[in-house]
């Protein structure tokens, strides 16, 4: 299922804050409204960020001709840009068509943001692909019990996926005995969207809550951790949903094999570590309740980082749609 797409000047997305209660389709046809729908949530995951944000500098475009509105088409850009920090896909996007709206117009930038959808549907077959060839030497092929963390489908990626795309592949060629998504703590992207997608795929699941994931990889519950990344570091080093970092540190305790899952486009060899990597916080109210509900007092004050960042160190291998790295051994990007 194509989860987001663009012609004639509009944005189609499912809306993924209305899912699974509700099937939404949004139509976007300004930055504004562009912006709004990927600070809350709507668009969300790495490379959907970075194909939303493509179209987006072509909206932009239509808006502000780069040529005769120069200001104005870059302050619209930059807002894009920087609605979100964290994942890398979204800065790469825009700043790889804003330069051809500049240059050579519109139909050029809608070219190129085609072509950025295009890349991403291509390195999610790739990466489901690799991850499953990388299990099979890992672990053996043919009962793979996969733990997961976040929405990795083809929500966050347009279609198919980063490390769900591997759960896939495992359950295409009949080698996935069951998956374990966390539900993943404050949006729940795991219990409401991972957990849709499965069902979709027909693959088999059980759901835990976040604090049960390390316990369980203590249990023997899990043959493989797979996770996506928003950011990886020149060092291996990755930013992903927050609770990644726990379980790579229970996965080397119980010496299970922690893999990471994402496009080329993800790694961002500017930052030369993890340290680097800017941490959102998306502040007090997805903490201290619900939608329109708090289970707290009034006016208390929380942390609440979106991401975390797990070391190379505990990662066993990245996997992208070109190359399998073992980084946790040693091997550079
Ligand atoms: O805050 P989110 O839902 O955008 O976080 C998304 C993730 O952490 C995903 O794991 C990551 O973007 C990789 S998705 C293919």
Known sequence: MRTLDYADGVITMIDQTALPEQ??????????????????????????????????????????????????????????????????????????????ARAHGLEAAEVEAHRIRDEELASSIAMGDNGADLIAELVGGDAVRAMTICN????????RGTALA????????????????????????????????LQRMGAPFRLIVDSAGPFLLSRDAADVVLIGADRIAANGDTANKIGSFSLALAAAHANVPFIVVAPESTIDMGTPSGEGIEI???????????????????????????????????????????????????EAL
Not at 73 to 88: E, G
Not at 304 to 325: G, M, Y
């Open 152 to 159: 990795t489908g083809g929500l966050a990626a347009v279609e």
């Open 280 to 330: 959102e916080d998306r502040g007090v109210a997805e903490v201290a309740g619900v939608r329109d509900f708090s289970w707290t007092p009034a006016n208390i004050d929380t942390i609440n980082p979106a991401f975390d960042v797990t070391p190379a160190s505990l990662i066993t291998a990245i996997v992208t749609d070109t190359r399998v790295v073992r980084v946790g051994e040693g």
């Open 23 to 100: 099937e939404t389709w949004l139509e976007i046809a300004t930055v504004e409204d562009l912006v709004g729908a990927i600070k809350r949530l709507s668009v969300r995951g790495a490379p959907a960020l970075g194909v939303a944000g493509a179209y987006g500098v072509v909206i932009a475009a239509r808006a502000h001709s780069p040529v005769d509105e120069p200001d104005a088409f870059d302050t619209a850009i930059n807002r894009i840009r920087s609605a979100r920090p964290t994942a890398v896909n979204l800065g790469y996007a825009v700043d790889r068509v804003a330069p051809i």
């Open 166 to 197: 591997v759960v896939q592949t495992l359950h295409e060629r009949g080698q996935l005995t069951e998956a374990i998504p966390l539900e993943t703590r404050p949006l729940l992207q795991g219990g409401r969207l991972t957990t849709w997608e």
